[in-house]
């Protein structure tokens, strides 16, 4: 019996450490949602394969013999490798955190495309930013948003008023325009603190 075939573009949210043969990750599709998906390995004579990395857009020929539970990479068109998140640990580590948040929770299908444009703009980000402690607060911000939380109305107001003002600054400004404060807990790392806290507390977003 042929298995099920899926033609979709994806990104890559998970990797798990290989096998001999096999890498697996965790994708996004902007149509089905998460996916677990294996890509065989390449041999050292095809060092030319592309093999998935972590941020990757990539449009993908699926197949599943297991009614969709996992999926074996069969084609691949890589369409866009953000490669400057690796450049500094603090962007990676925060550009991950923000790929396990869209890893985590369940999306609805009418949210699937929003999340997909959300994901391709914030990796792109973090790719460019010497600040991915704002990029990562806007891009949990905007996630909560669209996902029907109320942010705005409700967990704005709950903040400090000497806060306030800058959250909104920093949720309005595009990140090139804001400077780094330098030592100790920055402003952002308050928000970042207080907007997670608010998330677990207050809606069903799992953050870990």
């Not at 998460?34 to 197949?63: I, M, N, W």
């Not at 997909?116 to 402690?133: E, N, S, Y």
């Not at 949990?140 to 967990?155: S, T």
């Not at 903040?159 to 920093?170: I, V």
Request: with cysteine.
């Amino acid at each position: 019996m042929p298995g099920l075939q899926l033609q979709t573009d994806a990104f890559v949210l998970l990797k798990r450490p290989p096998t001999d043969r096999f890498q697996g990750c965790t994708v996004f599709s902007t149509e089905h949602g998460p996916l677990h998906v294996l890509q065989r390995l390449p041999k050292k004579s095809a060092a030319s394969q592309v093999t998935l990395d972590l941020f990757d857009e990539a449009a993908l020929l699926l197949e599943s013999s297991n009614q969709g539970q996992t999926w074996f990479v069969k084609e691949i068109r890589l369409l866009h490798r953000p490669t400057g998140i690796g450049r500094g640990y603090e962007t990676l580590r925060l550009a991950s955190a923000f790929a396990s948040v869209i890893a985590r929770n369940r999306v609805s299908e009418d949210s699937r495309a929003q999340v997909g444009a959300l994901l391709r703009q914030v990796f792109a980000a973090f790719a460019t930013t010497d600040r991915p402690d704002v990029v990562y607060f806007k891009a949990l911000y905007c996630f909560a948003r669209d996902e029907g939380y109320p942010v705005r109305q409700q967990w704005l107001p709950m903040l400090p008023a000497e806060l306030r003002p800058e959250a909104e600054a920093m949720l309005r400004a595009p990140v090139a325009s804001l400077a780094q404060a330098g030592g100790g807990e920055t402003t952002s790392d308050i928000l970042i603190r207080r907007l997670e806290e608010y998330l677990r507390g207050h809606t069903e977003v799992l953050l870990d």
